[in-house]
């Protein structure tokens, strides 16, 4: 069988150019996220079947890369069912990762405990642009904090961090998953249904109300429900203060403090924001994972066209782990399409040290050679990034590749005399 040069469908190999920038976003992100008191965790990439596929990971849980179990564990001849060859899958987010090491590490960790973690995760979904199979991911989480504080922490946070890679003009779009769920309530939605019915909400900036009308209707969803449910979408189009406007109508359906919790959050980061940037209301965001139990919140970009990160609260998840319920809310900003951005608009990386290279002729040797690497060597000492290489047959292509690399200096040396 013949080898294959091209990686794995879904993943990618990264040049040079793109892991400097990938570097560099990384030390920005850690820097800004260390100034609001976040600490870097890091977890395994592989996790228990049973933590992977705990019903909280919703359609994701469809995605996972699976694991065979080793050595004498693997017995293919005696297996009946998929729990008989498989224990273990990659991560397809950070965010059960950290729940399972916070159970087991609580009682080592200052509370609230504020973590970053940084890292891969995998999902074996459709390949498209910005969406890999393999790709980083970048969260921080609050665990431990029930008020609305860690909420407006990790807004503040990630857009100071988007700020300072030079984002401005995008949206914190912002909801609470209660406020969906008494919706479908005042609506006469049944409550094993409302998976289903925010599945196809969430739908909505692509095939707009009728839309999601239709497929509500074709789903077998009763006529005056959808009705219902689609007015207060309509009736939300005309109002400024759309978080008073429903909570009057769900009046029953809603407690009083979710609409002041998410007034709170939005007046706080309003008044004390540090980039440019929208916070707005948006009762049509429903975010994917099942484990969120109050406010979501999304990044929308307008140079992308879509989401590039987001999260919320989930404070039921701890207790999956220990019995013992523990508020954590989460921020995750979509790292790859952060990247593919930048790169898409030529970012320069600001305060790059001067980079030489080097040339030396085939023919340099012993002392010569000695002197050139000593003259590299004191380059070297005030920061500036230098390459020795020897000089190929063809030159010219050599210095085009390096002036591509960011060399902007480029020395030729040569046999008798070094020049």
């Not at 992308?304 to 809310?329: E, H, I, L, Q």
């Not at 040290?353 to 690497?373: F, H, M, N, T, W």
């Not at 390096?402 to 005399?417: M, S």
């Amino acid at each position: 069988m013949a080898l294959t040069k091209k990686p794995v469908t879904g993943m990618k190999d990264i040049l040079p150019t793109e892991m400097q920038l990938r570097d560099y976003c990384i030390g920005v992100i850690k820097e800004t996220y260390g100034q609001f008191g976040f600490h870097s965790i890091e977890t395994p990439c592989v996790e228990h079947m049973e933590n992977l596929n705990s019903k909280q990971g919703g359609e994701n849980e469809k995605l996972i890369f699976k694991i065979l179990k080793r050595g004498e564990k693997l017995n293919l001849e005696e297996a009946r069912q998929e729990a008989d060859l498989v224990d273990g899958g990659l991560r397809y987010d950070l965010t059960v990762p950290l729940v399972r090491f916070y159970a087991n590490h609580a009682n080592e960790l200052s509370a609230p405990f504020k973590a970053l973690q940084i890292g891969n995760v995998w999902r074996a979904d459709r390949p498209q642009k910005g969406r890999y199979r393999q790709f980083m991911q970048c969260d921080i989480d609050i665990l431990g904090e029930p008020s609305n504080l860690a909420e407006i922490e990790l807004i503040l946070a990630t857009t100071t961090t988007l700020g300072r890679l030079g984002f401005s003009g995008f949206q914190i779009r912002i909801n609470d998953r209660k406020i969906l769920k008494a919706m479908a309530a005042y609506s006469g939605f049944t409550e094993e249904s409302y998976d289903t019915v925010f599945i196809i909400l969430d739908k909505m900036d692509k095939i707009g109300l009728e839309g999601v009308s239709a497929e509500l209707l074709k789903n077998g969803f009763d006529q005056a429900a959808v009705d219902k449910y689609l007015e207060l979408f309509k009736g939300l189009k005309d109002e400024q203060d759309g978080i008073s406007w429903l909570a009057q109508k769900l009046e029953g359906f809603l407690e009083e403090e979710v609409q002041a919790g998410l007034k709170e959050i939005i007046a706080s980061v309003k008044a004390t924001k540090a980039s440019d940037f929208e916070i707005v209301f948006d009762p049509t965001l429903v975010r994917g994972m099942s484990y969120y139990t109050g406010t979501i919140f999304e990044i929308a970009m307008p140079q992308f066209g879509g989401s590039c990160g987001g999260g919320g609260r989930y404070d039921k998840m701890v207790g999956k782990f220990t019995g013992n319920d523990v508020p954590a809310c989460g921020f995750s900003i979509g790292f790859e399409r952060i990247i593919l951005i930048m790169l898409e608009n030529g970012f320069r990386i600001p305060g790059q040290p001067k980079r030489c290279a080097y040339l030396i002729e085939k023919g340099v040797s012993g002392q010569e050679l000695c002197d050139v690497i000593a003259r590299a060597q004191k380059a070297r000492e005030d920061g500036t990034q230098v390459l020795v290489a020897r000089m190929n047959k063809n030159k010219k292509f050599q210095k085009e590749q390096l002036a591509k690399d960011g060399y902007t200096e480029i020395e030729e040396f040569y046999k008798n005399p070094l020049k």
